[in-house]
């Protein structure tokens, strides 16, 4: 995606399609190969066969006494292929080959006791024993020099002059146990309280209390509808809930992964040899989270008016992230480890109104609201400093874009303020800087003259929203079902890195590919504008700015659907339905790029709305046909 936006919109993709010979090379904008010639020319197989069971089995051994048990096992199995042809890598046509193998179950036994007592009170508990294991394989190889690449392609890579193999394994294993106890007293007060505890897999070398987490939480609600002096012809149904529990996360526990290490000696040829890829940490607990809940569940107007509001409050300690080590550690490059990082918290509240316009024979119409409002921080790093994370804007930025910081909350961008450019008449003091007019300015925070890293950079930018929500409806008349579905999101930012790499000159790509940057640039016939002079030698660029920082707020229309029930008439066809529904049919938006709604920092917890090139969400049309026999 990336390549194929900074590709020049001057440059042809074929240089004569006639006979299937392909422009290579952007000759003004992008470094890279051709994108469409990458996309066709480049050979991919992927294919996967399994087994899978479920168990499922209940006893009941007396009226108030139920045995359950279940389970899965997968036994399964994956392979690839990828060629990159002469087209691709014309000096070292290459393939890889793998194949995967991987092993799973889990069985769950439970027992549950449920029985009333004086027709008042009623005692329900749950009693399970939980495990679960997984394994895998996986193969590796890799040929390149291909002496007959189109031949051979990923067939044989036995073929090529040069072979590499590589190889993994990996296991894990899971025991849990869980007691529960309900008490219900006439359906008016409701106490429930669990305890659970888990242990999972990991280095022999672990300390003994951290190989195992303890999560217990309880329940109080007070059903206020069931009260003699509640009139229920106004509520129907009135509950005040308070909840406290904690839930865990143990991430695997990694051990110590070894790489090779090659080393000369500066005797000729490589010595094969090994070092510490990334350390085991023997001090690695689980990651808790503790979580306090107060809610309120209505209904009203003869039960058409419904509603939930909770009020939360979550404190994660001991979160688990990757710290960076230096290479006097002796791990090589990029090397980390895995620890717990001081606490972070999570404030909020969440609510849902339902409501039921029409209930009609043939007419009905119920609409849902949702909402929710949440705000996080970092309370503490323990003994950790202030880090950076989310990447560099692949090699753009003098550091990486998103800073972990007391009292700052996850997914902060952080950077220069951009002031935009340096005008006539300011030139002795954009001298200072080793600038001159018409170059990009840049807030110096301290004021000594140096615009630099660790001493003017601050927070620009919050990926979090401010407010999320959703709007449905669902109507009903006769045969015909519609529906559709309202999100949005506000007050969150997004960094549009895609934004910057085409609106710079940098070394990824020679061309302004914008047009407000290549026909509004700084000039002195032209100060009125935000683009820096692009021939100037002293123009500094930089990504990690609040130039590139947008607004991220959204609406879209994200799903929208029309069924009709075939009324039955035939004994042997019935649910017969017609259905079309369309999903992300248009989207409200200040922001400038694809789509507002990005994820380029995947599942990350530490860092978030960053746009380097992500494809958009599609838009899709289904039809369907439904019916049974």
């Known amino acids: 995606m990336f390549q194929a936006l900074i590709w020049s919109p001057t440059e042809p993709i074929w240089d004569d399609e006639e006979n299937g010979i392909y422009h290579t090379h952007d000759r003004f904008g992008a ?7 990458r996309i066709m020319e480049q050979q991919t197989l992927s294919k996967s066969h399994g087994i899978y069971t479920n168990l499922v089995a209940e006893y009941k051994i007396t009226n108030w006494l139920t045995y359950h048990v279940t389970g899965f096992a997968r036994q399964s199995a994956s392979s690839s292929a990828n060629y990159d042809n002469a087209w691709i890598n014309p000096t070292d046509p290459t393939s890889t080959r793998s194949a995967n193998e991987s092993s799973a179950w889990r069985l769950i036994n439970r027992l549950d006791f449920n029985k009333t007592f004086q027709n008042a009170h009623n005692i329900a508990a749950t009693v399970v024993y939980e495990t679960e294991a997984s394994e895998s394989w996986g193969l590796n190889g890799l040929g390149r020099n291909m002496p007959l690449p189109d031949l051979a392609e ?12 590589s190889s993994s394994f990996g296991k894990s294993s899971r025991i849990g146990y869980l007691g529960r106890v309900n008490y219900n ?7 429930t309280a669990s305890y659970r505890i888990d242990g999972k897999s990991g280095p022999t070398d672990r300390i003994e209390e951290n190989k195992y987490g303890a999560f217990p939480s309880f329940g109080l609600a007070w059903n206020i509808t069931e009260e003699p002096f509640i009139n229920d012809r106004v509520f129907q149904n009135l509950k005040i809930r308070l909840g406290w529990g904690k839930t865990g996360n143990p991430s695997g526990f990694p051990y110590t992964r070894m790489v090779s290490k090659n080393y000369s000696f500066g005797v000729g040829s490589a010595s094969l040899g090994y070092a510490p890829g990334t350390p085991a940490n023997p001090h690695l607990r689980w990651e808790e989270t503790a979580q306090t809940n107060v809610g309120l569940d209505f209904s009203v107007m003869n039960g058409r008016l419904s509603g939930t509001v909770d009020v939360f409050n979550k404190n994660t300690s001991g979160l688990l992230t990757r710290k960076t080590l230096p290479m006097y550690y002796g791990y090589g490059t990029n090397a980390s480890f895995t620890q717990n990082l001081g606490n972070i918290t999570n404030k909020g509240v969440e609510a849902s109104l339902d409501f039921a316009h029409t209930q009609r024979k043939d007419f009905t119409w119920n609409t849902n609201i949702n909402a929710s409002i949440i705000r996080n921080k970092v309370v503490n790093l323990g003994e950790q400093d202030a880090f950076f994370t989310g990447g560099n804007a692949k090699g753009f930025a003098d550091t990486e874009l998103y800073r972990v910081e007391t009292g700052l909350p996850l997914g902060t961008m952080w950077g220069y303020e951009y002031l935009g450019v340096w005008k006539t008449g300011e030139e002795s003091e954009a001298a200072r800087y080793g600038e001159k007019h018409g170059d990009p300015r840049y807030r110096d925070l301290n004021r000594d003259g140096v615009v630099d890293l660790t001493n003017d950079t601050r927070q620009i930018g919050n990926s979090n929203p401010k407010l999320i929500w959703g709007l449905s409806n669902s109507i009903t008349y006769k045969n015909f ?3 559709f579905l ?10 549009n890195l895609m934004r910057a790499a085409m609106s710079q000159v940098h070394p990824e ?13 700084w000039t002195p016939e032209n100060q009125d504008t935000q683009w820096p002079n692009i021939h100037s030698a002293s123009n500094r660029k930089r990504f990690n700015s609040s130039q590139w920082i947008e607004n991220g707020s959204w609406v879209k229309l994200k799903y929208i659907g029309l069924t009709y029930n075939v009324p039955q008439r035939k004994d042997w066809l019935s649910n017969l339905s017609f259905s079309v529904s369309a999903t992300e049919i248009f989207t409200i938006t200040k ?6 709604e990005v994820s380029g920092s995947g599942d990350s917890d530490l860092y978030g709305g960053i746009d380097s090139g992500t494809v958009p969400i599609p838009k899709t049309v289904l039809f369907s046909i439904t019916f049974s026999l």
């Open 509 to 521: 790509s020679r061309t302004l590919l914008l047009n407000s940057p290549a026909k509004d640039y």
């Open 591 to 596: 922001y400038r790029g694809f789509d507002p």
């Open 185 to 191: 007293f006439k359906s008016r007060y409701i106490f």
């Open 154 to 165: 990923y067939y044989n890579i036995g073929l090529s002059n040069l072979q590499t193999a």
């Open 486 to 495: 309202f999100q949005g999101m506000q007050g969150q930012q997004v960094l």
């Open 481 to 483: 079902h519609f529906n």
């Open 31 to 37: 470094l890279w190969v051709n994108p469409y010639m």
